[in-house]
Protein backbone atom coordinates (compact mmCIF):
# COMPACT_ATOMS: atom_id res chain seq x y z
CA UNK A 1 0.00 0.00 0.00
CA UNK A 2 0.93 3.49 -0.59
CA UNK A 3 1.39 6.10 2.04
CA UNK A 4 -1.68 8.45 1.68
CA UNK A 5 -5.17 7.72 0.83
CA UNK A 6 -8.48 10.27 0.85
CA UNK A 7 -11.72 8.40 1.45
CA UNK A 8 -14.80 8.90 -0.52
CA UNK A 9 -18.08 8.97 1.46
CA UNK A 10 -18.68 6.04 -0.99
CA UNK A 11 -16.07 3.79 0.51
CA UNK A 12 -16.83 4.82 4.05
CA UNK A 13 -20.89 3.86 3.77
CA UNK A 14 -19.70 0.36 2.37
CA UNK A 15 -17.58 0.00 5.92
CA UNK A 16 -20.64 0.85 8.15
CA UNK A 17 -23.36 -1.09 5.25
CA UNK A 18 -20.93 -3.88 5.12
CA UNK A 19 -20.94 -4.19 1.91
CA UNK A 20 -18.65 -6.25 0.14
CA UNK A 21 -16.17 -3.92 -0.69
CA UNK A 22 -16.45 -2.88 2.61
CA UNK A 23 -14.07 -5.74 3.58
CA UNK A 24 -11.61 -3.42 1.87
CA UNK A 25 -12.08 -0.21 3.13
CA UNK A 26 -11.49 -2.23 6.85
CA UNK A 27 -8.13 -2.94 5.58
CA UNK A 28 -7.23 0.76 5.26
CA UNK A 29 -8.62 1.35 8.45
CA UNK A 30 -6.30 -1.57 9.99
CA UNK A 31 -3.18 -0.51 8.37
CA UNK A 32 -3.74 2.90 9.24
CA UNK A 33 -4.44 2.36 12.66
CA UNK A 34 -1.14 0.21 12.66
CA UNK A 35 0.26 3.60 11.62
CA UNK A 36 1.26 2.09 7.97
CA UNK A 37 -0.42 4.45 5.76
CA UNK A 38 -2.37 8.12 6.51
CA UNK A 39 -5.77 8.17 5.58
CA UNK A 40 -7.89 11.56 5.21
CA UNK A 41 -11.53 12.65 4.72
CA UNK A 42 -12.63 15.74 3.88
CA UNK A 43 -14.90 17.46 5.84
CA UNK A 44 -17.57 17.99 2.74
CA UNK A 45 -17.84 14.60 2.51
CA UNK A 46 -18.46 14.33 6.03
CA UNK A 47 -21.17 16.52 5.79
CA UNK A 48 -22.23 14.16 2.42
CA UNK A 49 -22.41 11.29 4.50
CA UNK A 50 -24.27 12.93 7.70
CA UNK A 51 -26.63 14.57 5.06
CA UNK A 52 -27.37 11.22 4.05
CA UNK A 53 -27.94 9.50 7.25
CA UNK A 54 -30.29 11.64 8.67
CA UNK A 55 -32.29 11.84 5.28
CA UNK A 56 -33.01 7.66 4.84
CA UNK A 57 -31.93 7.15 8.86
CA UNK A 58 -32.79 9.91 11.35
CA UNK A 59 -31.07 12.53 13.38
CA UNK A 60 -29.75 10.26 15.90
CA UNK A 61 -28.00 7.51 13.42
CA UNK A 62 -26.86 10.85 11.46
CA UNK A 63 -25.03 11.85 14.88
CA UNK A 64 -23.94 8.23 15.47
CA UNK A 65 -22.38 8.14 12.03
CA UNK A 66 -19.94 11.38 12.49
CA UNK A 67 -19.41 9.75 16.07
CA UNK A 68 -17.91 6.47 14.86
CA UNK A 69 -16.08 8.57 12.37
CA UNK A 70 -14.45 10.28 14.70
CA UNK A 71 -13.32 7.31 16.65
CA UNK A 72 -11.63 5.91 13.54
CA UNK A 73 -7.98 6.71 12.34
CA UNK A 74 -8.66 9.09 9.67
CA UNK A 75 -7.96 12.71 9.57
CA UNK A 76 -10.27 14.85 8.84
CA UNK A 77 -9.47 17.53 6.80
CA UNK A 78 -11.26 21.48 6.69
CA UNK A 79 -12.63 22.95 3.13
CA UNK A 80 -9.37 26.02 3.56
CA UNK A 81 -9.53 28.08 0.24
CA UNK A 82 -7.26 26.76 -1.75
CA UNK A 83 -9.24 23.31 -1.69
CA UNK A 84 -12.28 25.04 -2.53
CA UNK A 85 -11.06 27.00 -5.47
CA UNK A 86 -9.26 23.54 -6.90
CA UNK A 87 -12.94 21.47 -6.19
CA UNK A 88 -14.37 24.78 -8.08
CA UNK A 89 -11.89 24.56 -10.33
CA UNK A 90 -12.64 20.74 -10.89
CA UNK A 91 -16.44 21.15 -10.86
CA UNK A 92 -15.88 23.96 -13.82
CA UNK A 93 -14.79 21.34 -16.44
CA UNK A 94 -16.03 18.12 -15.21
CA UNK A 95 -19.94 16.70 -14.31
CA UNK A 96 -19.09 15.59 -11.25
CA UNK A 97 -21.28 16.22 -7.71
CA UNK A 98 -19.44 19.06 -5.90
CA UNK A 99 -19.02 16.83 -2.82
CA UNK A 100 -17.06 14.30 -4.89
CA UNK A 101 -14.69 17.53 -6.72
CA UNK A 102 -13.67 18.16 -3.06
CA UNK A 103 -12.75 14.59 -2.38
CA UNK A 104 -10.31 14.79 -5.43
CA UNK A 105 -9.40 18.08 -4.69
CA UNK A 106 -8.26 16.73 -1.78
CA UNK A 107 -6.27 13.78 -3.17
CA UNK A 108 -4.22 16.18 -5.41
CA UNK A 109 -3.52 18.21 -2.37
CA UNK A 110 -1.86 15.63 -0.37
CA UNK A 111 -1.01 13.47 -3.55
CA UNK A 112 -3.24 10.74 -2.05
CA UNK A 113 -5.17 8.11 -3.74
CA UNK A 114 -9.06 8.19 -3.42
CA UNK A 115 -10.62 4.87 -2.38
CA UNK A 116 -13.84 4.83 -3.71
CA UNK A 117 -16.34 2.54 -5.76
CA UNK A 118 -18.76 5.72 -7.57
CA UNK A 119 -18.20 5.29 -11.04
CA UNK A 120 -17.92 9.76 -11.56
CA UNK A 121 -14.41 9.28 -10.24
CA UNK A 122 -13.83 7.76 -13.89
CA UNK A 123 -14.92 11.66 -15.46
CA UNK A 124 -11.77 12.96 -13.60
CA UNK A 125 -9.27 10.93 -15.78
CA UNK A 126 -5.75 11.24 -15.13
CA UNK A 127 -6.62 14.46 -12.65
CA UNK A 128 -6.95 11.75 -9.90
CA UNK A 129 -5.43 8.41 -8.84
CA UNK A 130 -8.20 6.03 -7.57
CA UNK A 131 -7.65 2.64 -5.47
CA UNK A 132 -10.67 1.35 -6.91
CA UNK A 133 -13.78 -0.57 -4.43
Known amino acids: MDN ?3 LDSYALIAHFEDETSGEKVRKFL ?5 GKIKLYLSVINLGEIYYNTHRERGSKKADEAVFMIEQLPITIVNADM ?3 LEAAGLKSIHPVSYADCFTAALGIKKKAKIITGDPEFKLFGDKVNVEWL
Request: glycine share 0%.
Open 4 to 6: SYV
Open 30 to 34: KAAQA
Open 82 to 84: EIT
